[in-house]
């Protein structure tokens, strides 16, 4: 029933500071072993929270949080009383503004955490209409089936991108990257946007750091 709490988010300091070592976490993970999730809203942490409590005494196991910390503050984190008040955790959350243009979406970025965060406050955003966003919020077990569905509802797909703020052969991707291409709908490419691979988890350099943030996104 334990619950881990981990820093972990790129926002320019050194490396303790950016990264929790999520792959570390999710090469551990097997057989139900673990829940490991990346929140992106105040109300997906509240119920986060509440379906682990419920799930104590039928489903024990340990959460591992990885926990940005610019997202405490920031006002594209936050939610709606009646988001608190009512909903549920959603293992995915979809960009609410592909709604009404399925058709012209070519390609998805499918990213997890504050990188999301950093794409939806682009000055490039407004004119990619044929992008989509999806947020992966629980990494570990990977919800298969509703991000199937989701590929699915796009019929002239072309490309899913995984966008992520860690090194290449940090993070998220050499996880998901297999899993991506087995639940890709046939022919359409899987491919990857973050920083190369890199023996350390952060630059360490704020102006460095916001320039490879830039070219990321």
Known sequence: GLVMLLPHGYEGQGPEHSSARLERF?????????????????????????RQAAL??????????????????????T??????????FHPILVDPDIEG????VTRILLCSGKI???????DLRE??????????????????????????RFHGLREIVWVQEEPKNMGAWSYIAPRLRNLAPEGVEVSYVGRPDRASPAE??????????????
Do not use: W
Not at 101 to 104: I, K, N, V
Not at 135 to 140: C, D, F, P, Q, S
């Open 26 to 50: 999710l090469q551990m993970a097997a057989e139900g072993n673990f829940r490991i999730v990346n929140c992106t809203t105040a109300a997906q942490y509240f119920h986060l929270m509440r």
């Open 204 to 217: 360490g350099y704020a102006s460095l750091h916001a320039a490879e943030q830039a070219r990321i996104v």
């Open 56 to 77: 104590l005494e039928i489903d024990r196991r340990p959460l591992v949080v990885m926990s940005p910390k610019s997202l405490l503050r920031h006002p594209l984190a």
């Open 127 to 152: 004119s990619a209409r044929n992008v989509a966003m999806i947020r992966v919020e629980e990494l570990y077990p990977l919800p298969n089936s509703e991000l199937r569905e989701q590929f699915r």
């Open 101 to 104: 243009r399925e058709g012209e």
């Open 79 to 88: 939610s709606s009383l009646a988001d608190l008040s009512g909903g549920s």
């Open 116 to 122: 999301f965060v950093d794409l939806l406050g682009s």
